[in-house]
């Protein structure tokens, strides 16, 4: 069975940069079927989704956060990160991981989710 | 970007009662829309994707329809575990927006 789990610093001071992984277990991050994305949830508000990454390494960003956001693959570790510069109190939110299902040529979804981590960004 | 709307925001309801909740997309999306289901503290789950595939091991109670701009998430008969908030999202084209999110808390 297919899990993800996120791991990382869960406080990050104004300025930096908040880093993030998605550990992949139980299946393989290099699959032609799969993105795998970041998703974050600011306290008691709704979903942003983040962006994207192939195992290939193609990646899609929002284009709101696209000038502060890195994110990588390493199919070796079956892991995936997401690097986020600059962060202000606004950064300050749960982070998900979760893979998005690339059924063609007309479905898409996210069935996998890790649970989440909560960054806080504060001095 | 494509900016998504979700009507009622909050909902209540009672035990058996039918409930629908719309999204509304602000442009054509096709059937590039999944609903997800979260509980407090918990990730999102998915329960319908393509406007109207079940997915595996969501009971059939959940019903989705609906294509282009108008969706529809129908709750045949509530039970006590769908007291939850519900989202929309769409899947046409990046960024992958979500919808503000359906609570449907207990009446």
């Known amino acids: 069975q297919l899990q993800l789990q996120e791991s990382g610093p869960r406080l990050v001071k104004p300025s930096e940069t908040l880093s993030l992984t998605c550990t992949v277990s139980g299946g393989s991050i290099s699959s032609s079927l799969y993105y795998w994305d970041w998703i974050r949830q600011p306290p008691g508000k709704g979903l942003e989704w983040i962006g994207s990454i192939y195992y290939s390494g193609t990646t899609y960003y929002s284009p709101s956060l696209k000038s502060r956001i890195t994110m990588s693959v390493d199919t070796s570790k079956n892991q995936f990160s997401l690097k986020l510069s600059s962060v202000t109190a606004a950064d300050t939110a749960v982070y998900f991981c979760a893979r998005h299902v690339l059924q063609l040529p007309d479905k898409y979804y996210m069935d996998v989710w890790g649970q989440g981590t909560t960054v806080t960004v504060s001095s | 970007d494509i900016q998504l709307t979700q009507s009622p925001s909050f909902l209540s309801a009672s035990v058996g009662d039918r409930v629908t909740i719309t999204c509304r997309a602000s442009?054509?999306?096709?059937?590039?829309l999944a609903w997800y289901q979260q509980k407090p503290g918990k990730a999102p789950n998915l329960l319908m994707y393509a406007a109207s595939t079940l997915h595996s091991g969501v009971p059939s109670r959940f019903s989705g329809s609906g294509s282009g701009t108008e969706f529809t998430l129908t709750i045949s008969s509530l039970q006590p575990e769908d007291f939850a908030t519900y989202y929309c999202q769409q899947l046409h084209s990046h960024p992958f927006t979500f919808g503000p999110g359906t609570k449907v808390d207990i009446k």
């Open positions: 442009q054509d999306i096709s059937s590039y």
